[in-house]
């Protein structure tokens, strides 16, 4: 290999987001603070679907709101394209879970076009730009409608084209799926999936439903909490809607439930409802730290 080929191989394998032990206390009420992530360390590479997933408290959030610049880390380091990330920046956007993370005054174009003309970009381009999005999320009809008309998943479509249309380094999503119903929420990982084959782009996102998890996932850092640390890290690659029935399926998620809650309630997670039993030796990578 030449020099400049390995040069080029070594530049694509640098990852993209790096948390290195990362920490992240909170002022508590008695003014001591509290760890709510400990010596987190991951890399996310461009184009990953790279997840986050725990029960509640183990700094899920804290992590996403960290890499998004809102909150300080207290140790550790944290970088995205080998510069440290220091506040917010238009090449992280973020999808949260409320519905009301849309603007009620603006239109879904409205709404789609405003941090894109914040950031500079020309009314028109803004316009064209907010428009093809609009249509990708499959809402071309609901351009000029207002949040108060839409349905959840609807809103959830307007929040994701919004991210997208900014086109960021990476998007983050927390729990954006986790306040729609079941059939809406499974539309929603499909359309996300569809959106994903087509882009490519890099996303965090964060959950705490295993299913999700392995549905949405190329890769999964699992968390425990009180601190958040990490407890694993699992290749998901293989899973998606379409395999979630199946038996390799089943088992994975028994495994992560198991290195989540130890050992006692595995094997009713392994074999919900059918008692199918699930092969030995799915292709799962594991990092325990
Ligand atoms: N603003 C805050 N001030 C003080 N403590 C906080 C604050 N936000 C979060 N915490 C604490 O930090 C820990 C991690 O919280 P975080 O919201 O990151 O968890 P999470 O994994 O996202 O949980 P969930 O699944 O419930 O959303 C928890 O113990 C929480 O109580
Ligand atoms: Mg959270």
């Not at 900014?166 to 986790?178: G, H, N, R, T, W």
């Not at 998890?213 to 425990?224: C, D, E, F, H, K």
Request: neutral net charge; aromatic residues 6%; proline residues 6%.
């Amino acid at each position: 290999m030449s020099v400049a080929a390995s040069h080029l191989q070594m530049v694509d394998s640098a990852p993209l987001l790096r948390a290195e032990r990362l920490c992240v206390d909170y002022a508590g009420n008695d003014g001591a603070s509290v760890r709510a992530v400990h010596e987190v360390s991951f890399d996310v590479h461009r184009g990953e679907r790279f997840v986050l997933l725990g029960p509640s408290g183990c700094g899920k959030s804290t992590i996403l709101k960290t890499v998004a610049g809102f909150i300080t880390a207290s140790g550790g380091t944290l970088s995205l394209g080998g510069r440290p990330i220091t506040g917010p920046g238009p090449d992280r956007l973020v999808v949260f879970q409320e519905f009301d993370q849309l603007a009620p005054w603006k239109t879904v174009k409205g709404n789609v076009m405003f941090p894109l003309l914040a950031t500079g970009v020309p009314r028109k381009d803004a316009a064209a730009r907010a428009l093809h999005w609009i249509e990708r999320v499959g809402l071309a009809r609901f351009a000029d409608a207002y949040p108060h008309t839409l349905s959840g998943g609807m809103k959830a479509r307007v929040a994701i084209a919004r991210a997208l249309a900014m086109q960021p380094a990476i998007l983050l999503m927390d729990e954006p799926f986790a306040a729609l119903d079941a059939l809406t929420r499974r539309q929603m990982q499909e359309e996300l999936e569809a959106l994903w084959q087509e882009h490519r782009f890099t996303m965090l996102f964060v959950t705490h439903s295993i299913e999700e998890a392995l549905v949405v996932g190329s890769r999964i850092l699992l968390l425990t909490p009180h601190p958040g640390r990490v407890r694993a890290e699992l290749g998901a690659g293989q899973f998606n809607l379409a395999s979630a029935g199946s038996a390799a399926f089943a088992q994975a998620a028994g495994r992560i439930h198991r290195l989540l809650f130890g050992q006692a309630d595995a094997a009713a997670a392994a074999s919900p409802d059918t008692g199918a039993r699930a092969p030995e030796g799915a292709a799962l990578l594991e990092r325990t730290p």
